[in-house]
């Protein structure tokens, strides 16, 4: 009996203690400052580029950058994003990191700051950080000091129907969020799912109240939430009113609450199969809808958030993430070189043409063909503020609560404060 | 052969038995340590793998449970049974215990009968009869997360089979959001888990009517018994060990239900399909709030354990007699 609760226990155990054998074993992994008798310096460079075209146009990078630096040997390690996630947990917690790490920056990046594991490289990027897009940066800036260099940055927003718009009379996208709530009724007037949402998965959900949020209260009001671990304050609950009042428009197409992303009958297929009019998705919408539906092909236009009246946030500020590397604490010279290599206009326009990443180095954007990834683009160069994803800003069980939280109101059995009142509840538990 | 060398035993009283010697004695004990070491060598690979594998995590989970932990390291923040308290205020745990009770309620009034049934009318003599309990047997063979991607298709809201085939013969106000419905997702999953395992409890049953001999039922109708009081009297009673293995295998499939949530709901919506198991698995894998995880575990952990030994204390004991309750049983 039990032989089932006895494995999962087991594994559960046993995956902890696999963690403490991965702690274990990398603090006596050898030194990887790399020095040698003929002066060649190992880096190590480890990223979550484990899919093509990227992992060939990334392993083509550090050759060529070998070949610029004769003295300077790149061994990559390349981890699927999973478990890279929970490799580096364990590094973190055994003191060392490798030389150059891929980052979201965040809540994570502050944990390895704060435990004193990271390079500051404000000082030493100086010279060529500016020429780099002020949002890309922004997720690895804390207190002012620069910890990692990005090499992709995106963002929410809405991805629209054009031939539904016109169909159901909206002349232009929606810019406040009166004007959204009628784009809503008109295309519901019509015999149109407004929107398409997955929400079995439930991030997609937190889309809307984060960026609500954001509108209403505004980002340091996010800041300060985060940091004093209090997300009661009156623009949250606007947020959630806000939320509910969407959400008593019936938007959603049939059977949401069941709807997965990506799958044949998901969110990104029914914008894809031109079912529903919109979704609030990322930067790779487009070729999700493609993947899991036929795709819109010129239909498919981009719209910013639009701005709630009377809220402290405006329609510029934009939310949203991307992918940079950080240097551990004492670092050789050479990881500096690569970042400066890595975020060259060079090295940017090659990662945007082959790798479909929207540009980091503003320069880079010619290589852009693709009209909506342009009018992304310019979103973000426009951008005023920033605010990565809330599941990155967070520890992780604050940001589970936000998903929860947020899918339980738009189900109906949340209010807008006991959605703030939970959030707070799981931050002080977290302390 | 051996008659010859040796003295025949059986000849009578009057021959005397040598006592055994001090070195037949000392052979003997060899013998014996010599099997015990190689019983003892046969047992140490999986003793091992058990205690280090099975047991000694579960202790550790056991131990977990009274700190807050997020997975990495040593726990070192003890909490005391903040954790149970915790978890019994829970809205989301009370309702996986609800939840829990409902399925196994569930399953033992519909479920089990249906099974049985489906045994007795293959148990007759039919055309074919092989190939329908093959066929009833097919699903249980599917593995659960198959089975979840295979019918969170066929539940699809609008665009899946259920729907369109209730369209096609004008029932379509049956048709609804099925797995996506609240109301509604723990009834679509227990026909899911149904369709699933009903096959299985019906070949032990199968199994279980064929061991019962022909005479019993032909004499019940010898002496009049009609077809229902030939089921009630004769079939079920020496059916009644066969079927309590199958509650019991049914009651803990219930409890430890996780594989088929995860794929088709994630214990959604809102909560609406949530098991113990898949709160466990939200807390530890993806809140990496492992002691409170773990505390969920230790709680399954002693339903589990309980109900197996009261079932086997009050239910199975004539079925086990001996084997678990009491060392009596061991053929002496």
Known sequence: ?431 | MTSTFLPDRRSGPDVELPPPSAAFARGRARRRLLNWLTAVGFQVPALVLFIGLVLLPMLFALYAAFFRWGGFGMPSDYTGTDNFTRLFKDPVFLGDLWRCLVLVVLSLALQLPFALAMAVALNQRLRGRAVYRMLFFAPYVLSEAITGVLFSMVFAPDDGLADHVLGGIGLDGLGGEWFADPSYVMATLFLVMTWKYFGFHMMLYLAGLQSIPAELTEAALIDGANAWQRFRNVTLPLLAPTLRISVFLSVIGSIQLFDLVWVVTQGGPDHHSETMAVTMFQYGFKRYQVGYASAISVVMFGICLVFALAYQRFVLRRDLEGATTTMRGDGK
């Open chain 1, 1 to 431: 009996m039990g032989d089932r609760a006895l494995s999962r226990r087991g594994f559960l155990a046993a995956s902890a203690a696999a963690g403490m054998g991965v702690t274990a074993l990398s603090a006596c992994g050898g030194d990887s400052d790399g020095g040698s008798s003929d002066g060649t310096t190992t880096v190590e460079w480890w990223n979550i580029s484990t899919t093509e075209p990227a992992k060939t146009v990334w392993a083509g990078l550090a050759k060529k950058f070998e070949a610029q630096n004769p003295k300077v040997k790149l061994k990559i390690v390349q981890l699927e994003n999973d478990a890279y996630k929970s490799k580096m947990t364990a590094l973190t917690a055994s003191g060392k990191l490798p030389d150059i790490f891929h980052t979201w920056g965040g809540g994570v990046l502050k944990q390895q700051v704060d435990a004193g594991l990271v390079e500051d490289v404000t000082d030493r990027t100086k010279p060529w950080v500016d020429g780099l897009l002020s949002v890309a940066k922004a997720p690895y800036i804390l207190d002012d000091r620069t910890y990692a260099i990005p090499f992709d940055i995106g963002m929410v927003g809405f991805w629209y129907n054009k031939a539904l718009f016109k169909q159901a009379g909206v002349s232009t996208p929606p810019t406040t969020w009166s004007g959204f709530l009628d784009a809503v009724k008109k295309l519901r007037a019509k015999g149109i799912t407004p929107l398409a949402l997955a929400g079995k998965e439930k991030w997609p959900g937190m889309y809307y109240w984060a960026y609500l949020a954001m509108r209403t209260a505004g980002l340091d009001a996010l800041q300060k939430a985060s940091d004093d671990k209090d997300f009661t304050g009156a623009g949250f609950v606007e947020a959630g009113q806000h939320l509910k009042e969407l959400v008593q428009l019936h938007p959603f197409q049939k059977g949401f609450l069941g709807a997965a992303y990506s799958t044949p009958t998901g969110q990104a297929a029914s914008v894809g199969n031109g079912k529903a009019a919109m979704e609030l998705m990322g930067q790779w919408a487009p070729a999700v809808e493609a993947d899991a539906g036929k795709g819109l092909g010129k239909n498919l236009g981009f719209f910013p958030f639009p701005a709630v009246e009377g809220g402290k946030g405006v329609i510029t500020e934009v939310f949203g993430g991307g992918g940079g590397h950080a240097l551990r604490k004492g670092a050789p010279q050479a990881a500096v070189d690569f970042l400066k290599f890595f975020a060259s206009e060079t090295t940017d326009i090659q990662l945007v043409k082959k790798t479909g990443v929207l540009p980091v180095v503003p320069a880079a954007e010619s290589a852009i063909t693709d009209p909506n990834t342009k009018a992304v683009q310019a979103q973000l160069k426009g951008a005023t503020g920033f605010q990565l994803f809330l599941d990155q800003a967070y520890a992780p069980a604050v940001g589970q609560e936000v998903n929860d939280s947020v899918a339980a109101l738009i189900a109906g059995s949340k209010s807008p404060e006991q959605v703030t009142q939970s959030i707070t509840k799981t931050a002080k538990e977290e302390q």
